[in-house]
């Protein structure tokens, strides 16, 4: 976004808005979803945005505005999502332990779901005006190891057909099975043998539509530049699908929710600093915000983001190492520990890099901070 929007710009406009503050570049996320799509060679491919990842409304309509369908988790997100602009023939709900009240929802709205357990597949198929569903299957259970090793996410192989199995008995079908390989994969080929194991497993499901795959492009958090390589990834998993069309004699659609990596770059958190001290040797900067409306710090302390002091590009001042924390009386409030030049003072902002993701939506009403405003930008 830097090089892009100048930051003097940036920099009066959130002395304008105030802080702390969101900035979403749109034209850097519709950037992304171009090259996310580009990666595939494979003509039955779609892509899908999980909504849990960023749920503000103006970002939704950025995304549905691209054609990119949704996965949702929960009905307040498919309400959100709906509003936003993404049609019910391009969403997919997607989640755990789904209520009995949810699924007449979605069967009423006509929406595709995917469940995780033969016991889903057999409420939804004894009422459901449309008894075709998809079959979530643990990553786990693809690969041989110790299954503890797994999340709890999904059914195991086993269960996957008995669920076809259950649902052909009642009528019913599984028409699609979806997979979330896992999160904030730094590689490619990390992500590989799970795939090939699960489209090897969809050979076997008699009356399949789709495949799902959910999750796993990471963000470079530290900006070591060693990025995910997309296109060794398209093109495995391109082979892969066209080898099961083959398999299957008939076209299959492909669904790919890249999670965090298709919004993630494209957000930045902007903070000022309110105060700075020295205690025990540590200098600690305090910022007007905190974990409360910043949280990813806080859940993943071991991926922390880049950040650098917005207005000049600090490249050649001397640094030391500070640790910035929010402005609350809560010990766990550490917003990173990095190097900021030593002549930082109070009212400098900071830039938070990569905050596109798991960060606004995860904002919660915790240490009593007020919400912070947002910035649309698009170059």
Same mark, same amino acid.
């Given at each position: ?53 960023? +749920? ?22 498919? =309400?959100?999502?709906? $509003? ?124 399949? =539509? ?25 093109? =495995? ?107 930082? $003072?109070?009212? +400098?902002?900071?830039?938070?890099? +990569? ?14 901070? =007020? ?7 698009? +170059?």
């Amino acid at each position: 976004m830097a090089a892009i929007l100048e930051r003097e710009k940036l920099k009066e406009m959130v002395s304008h808005s105030g802080t702390p503050a969101y900035v979403y570049n749109l034209g850097q996320l519709k950037r992304r979803i171009a090259e996310l799509r580009s990666i595939f060679d494979f003509p039955g491919s779609r892509l899908l945005f999980a909504t849990m990842a960023n +749920d503000n409304p103006q970002i939704l309509a950025a995304i549905a505005g691209e054609g990119v369908g949704a996965c949702v988790n929960s009905v307040p997100h498919l =309400e959100l999502a709906m $509003k936003a602009g993404f049609p019910t023939s391009r969403t997919q709900f997607t989640s755990t332990g789904i209520t009995h009240e949810d699924m007449r929802l979605l069967d009423a709205l006509g929406i595709q779901v995917n469940l995780d357990s033969p016991a889903q597949i057999v409420q939804w198929c004894s009422f459901a005006q449309v008894k075709r569903v998809g079959a979530r299957v643990n990553a786990a259970s693809l690969l041989a190891g110790d299954p503890s090793k797994g999340d709890r996410i999904g059914m195991s192989i086993e269960d996957v057909g008995s669920a076809i199995a259950e649902a052909d008995a009642q009528g019913g079908a599984v028409i699609g099975l979806h997979v979330y390989a896992g999160t904030n994969f730094q590689r490619a080929d990390a992500m590989l043998p799970t795939l090939r194991a699960f489209f090897k497993l969809a050979e076997s499901v008699p009356g399949l =539509e789709y495949v799902n795959i959910g999750g796993g492009v990471g963000i470079d958090y530290s900006h070591t530049f060693d990025n995910f390589d997309l296109h060794l990834f398209g093109s =495995e998993v391109s082979s892969m699908a066209l080898k099961l069309c083959d398999r299957l004699g008939r076209a299959v659609d492909l669904y790919f929710e890249p999670g965090r990596g298709l919004v993630g770059a494209s957000g930045r958190f902007v903070t000022k600093v309110t105060d700075i001290k020295l205690l025990h040797g540590i200098t600690y900067v305090a910022v007007d915000g905190s974990v409360a409306i910043f949280p990813r710090p806080f859940h993943n302390p071991d991926t922390p983001h880049h950040v650098r002091r917005l207005g000049s590009s600090d490249t050649s001042v001397a640094t030391r190492a500070v640790t910035i924390v929010g402005r609350t009386t809560f010990s766990k409030d550490i917003l990173a520990r990095c190097n900021l030049p030593t002549d930082i $003072k109070i009212g +400098d902002l900071l830039e938070f890099y +990569d905050a596109g993701a798991y960060c606004q939506s995860m904002s919660s009403r915790f240490l009593g901070q =007020e919400s912070p405003c947002y910035l649309m930008v698009e +170059d």
